[in-house]
């Protein structure tokens, strides 16, 4: 046994135990102590893949994440590997674990990862929108004033965004974010993902809401919603660049530099000002 422990992540299936990696399989069937999210489905999931899991199990949730993240710690520090397994993705993405992967990196544990699948790139990757850059917004507030206020927040966001939310929330949801976002944003509702169920629905987020209104989709749910079309900002007009350049200037900066700064500041070539001013 080393003098520091290790704390290692562990990527769940989302639903289907073949998505498991061996990685997944080895770690559990070797790990000192085994902190789940649900000591019920991990000893369900252990069986799906015919895993026997020698090591200590605890529950680790959010209801008492705060009380036994200490505990755990001790745990690493006194030379033990501990695994980190939720209920399906990786841990600390919307799951417990960001408290326990802190306190151990605070005492100098090695904290590694056996990656595998995720709710959030699975569902972006099958929405059919742009997923070069993206932004994940996990849960929304759940008070109906809380959602609106963070949605407005994001109306104007240009990356593709995914969020999670639960089924008796979303057709709520839906609806603000169609009237926040507007009726035509492209957007996606990805429900049961790798599982028996799985449904995929890709239509306008006005279109999505009244499906979800007539539907009552159940399971758990990921939205991935297009992001704000790109609006080119107004160009002012010559003698507010002109006014722009001047102040600058008589600050002490130079011409070409006044210039400079004035084009970026406006989305503008600096050839452009530089015509405006010397015209």
Known sequence: MSELGRLILLGAPLGN??????????????????????????????????????????SYFEGNEERRTPELAEVLTAGY???????????????????????ALDVGVPVTAAPGPSA????????????????FEGFLPRSP???RSRLR???AEERTLVFFEAPHRIAGALADLSAIFGADRPAAL??????????????????????????????????VVGGAPHTAPERPDDDTLRAAVAAREAAGMSRRDAISEVATDHGLRRRD??????S
């Open 190 to 223: 990805c429900r049961e993902l790798t599982k028996t169920y799985e449904e995929i629905v890709r239509r306008p987020l006005g279109e999505l809401a009244e499906w979800a209104a007539d539907g009552d989709p159940r399971g758990e749910i990921t939205v």
């Open 153 to 155: 927040a994001l109306a």
């Open 273 to 278: 000002v530089y015509t405006v001013v010397h």
């Open 145 to 147: 004033g809380g959602r």
């Open 120 to 135: 959030v790139t699975t569902a972006l990757a099958l929405s059919g929108l742009p997923s070069d850059r993206f932004c």
């Open 17 to 58: 135990p073949a998505d498991a990696s061996a990685r997944f399989r080895e770690v559990l069937a070797t790990a000192d102590v085994v902190a789940a999210e649900d000591t019920r489905r991990l000893a369900r999931l252990a069986r799906d893949l015919d895993v026997s899991v020698p090591g200590r199990i605890v």
């Open 81 to 103: 590997t501990v695994a980190l397994v939720t209920d399906g993705g990786m841990p600390s993405v919307s799951d417990p674990g960001y408290r326990l992967v802190r306190a």
